[in-house]
């Protein structure tokens, strides 16, 4: 087998795990955050053993989490272009930035655009304002039943969400309206996703399914997604990956609608022989915990992702190379329920480094700060041996 042949990369994206504000974060009305530095203090400190290993601490001071003597590739990414949600956070990690912000709707989708909607969709819709999802769920969800109109809102994200009953409004349904709405929202209403939100239950106890699905626009620009295929590379997606790039470079896609599911897929995809590249999002630390400023339910999701961590780096061949991030912030000491622009944090650790401490040597790692596409640029140097000149990021590994 060849040199590049033998080798994989794994890329775990912790969403929303942030690591301090970004210069222009005051722009965004962010100044200030720091999602894993303020979790800590809120819970009165951290225990991850494995990424304190790695050097998450040695990348900020983090209450509980002690710098690393001898830590992995470590440090902070920033976004080049603008915007704070996953859809800017992944793309950037592969090397494609925005010009612009995707259009956002702080007051509600214009009375137009909702009759487009309703006439594309067959349904009528209710509430239509910025909202936080189980909100609106439970203000709604009754008035949904007796109506079968959709639950429509949005965010400070470029977001356009349908919320439905699955006994009222099937799946299936959903999804095709949430098809036709993503027809709707083209050219100056492009938003980055219009997302199905199917849920269940009764009034009082409603709860989301796992049904969620995202309808993206393409990336904007090539990824090193695309490099990795044209250069007959493998590309797995697990979990919203393959949503959020619309399939466009993903080979296959894996389950991922919890992080347990989603770490379950990663670690079946290391035990399989091969090369190529696993991509993948863990979704709770957003999604169930971040928006509801559940910091004990945080720092529990960030246990379990440090306990599959652990069993990965025993997985870990020689030829295989491991990187944890994330894609924006959203902390919980910060006013409101969004997400946060800030620094994601970086670590990233090789079989053969692993293999040189189990002799007794060491990690010899360093600390590395750059864009977010340098991910994508490490990532497509280690399989493949080469660069795309054409996008932004550098390799921080040779």
């Keep these: 087998?060849?040199?590049?042949?033998?080798?994989?990369?794994?890329?775990?994206?912790a969403d929303a795990c942030g690591v301090g504000a970004l210069p222009d974060a005051a722009r965004y009305g962010d100044e200030g955050t720091n999602t894993l530095g303020h979790l800590a203090e809120a819970v009165g400190g951290l225990s991850l053993p494995t990424m304190q290993a790695l050097g998450l601490g040695s990348i900020?001071?983090?209450?509980?989490v002690t710098a690393a003597e001898d830590p992995a590739i470590h440090g902070r990414l920033h976004a080049l272009g603008p915007g704070k949600d996953s859809i800017a956070g992944h793309w950037e990690l592969m090397g494609v930035v925005q010009e612009r912000a995707m259009p956002t709707y702080p007051a509600g989708f214009p009375p137009q655009l909702v009759s487009e909607l309703v006439a594309a969709m067959g349904r009528d819709v209710i509430c239509n304002r910025p909202d936080n999802g189980l909100a609106a769920i439970e203000e709604f969800g009754a008035e949904h039943l007796r109506t079968g109109a959709l639950i429509l809102y949005t965010s400070q994200d470029s977001?356009?969400?349908?919320?439905?009953?699955?006994?009222k409004v099937p799946a299936s349904e959903l999804y095709s309206a949430c098809a036709a709405a993503r027809s709707v929202m083209s050219g100056e209403h492009a938003v980055g996703r219009v997302i199905a939100r199917p849920f269940r239950g009764s009034p009082g106890s409603f709860e989301r399914t796992d049904g969620r699905r995202d309808y993206a626009l393409a990336p904007s620009g090539r990824s090193y997604l695309e490099e990795l295929r044209d250069a007959g590379v493998q590309v797995h997606g697990v979990g919203k990956i393959g949503d959020l790039f619309a399939g466009v470079g993903v080979s296959c896609s894996h389950p991922g609608a919890s992080n347990a599911r989603a770490l379950d897929s990663v670690e079946e995809l290391m035990e399989q022989p091969g090369s190529g590249l696993v991509f993948a999002n863990l979704i709770e630390?957003?999604?169930?915990?971040?928006?509801?400023?559940?910091?004990?339910?945080?720092?529990?999701?960030l246990v379990e992702i440090d306990r599959s961590l652990a069993s990965m780096l025993v997985r870990m061949r020689e030829g295989d190379l491991l990187i944890v991030t994330a894609d924006h912030g959203v902390d919980p000491a910060h006013a409101g329920t969004d997400h946060t622009r800030e620094y994601?944090?970086?670590?990233?650790?090789?079989?053969?480094?692993?293999?040189?401490?189990?002799?007794?040597?060491?990690?010899?790692g360093h600390r590395h700060d750059g864009p977010l596409a340098d991910v994508g640029a490490t990532v497509l140097a280690w399989l493949t041996a080469r660069e795309a000149g054409d996008l932004p990021g550098a390799a921080f590994i040779s």
Aim: hydrophobic share 45%; glycine share 10%.
């Design 1 to 13: 087998m060849s040199r590049t042949g033998a080798r994989r990369a794994i890329v775990l994206v």
């Design 285 to 301: 630390t957003d999604q169930i915990y971040g928006h509801r400023k559940d910091v004990q339910g945080f720092a529990c999701a």
């Design 60 to 64: 900020i001071p983090l209450e509980g």
């Design 344 to 364: 994601a944090p970086l670590l990233a650790v090789t079989g053969e480094m692993l293999a040189r401490r189990s002799a007794g040597g060491r990690l010899d």
């Design 159 to 167: 977001v356009l969400q349908l919320a439905a009953h699955v006994e």
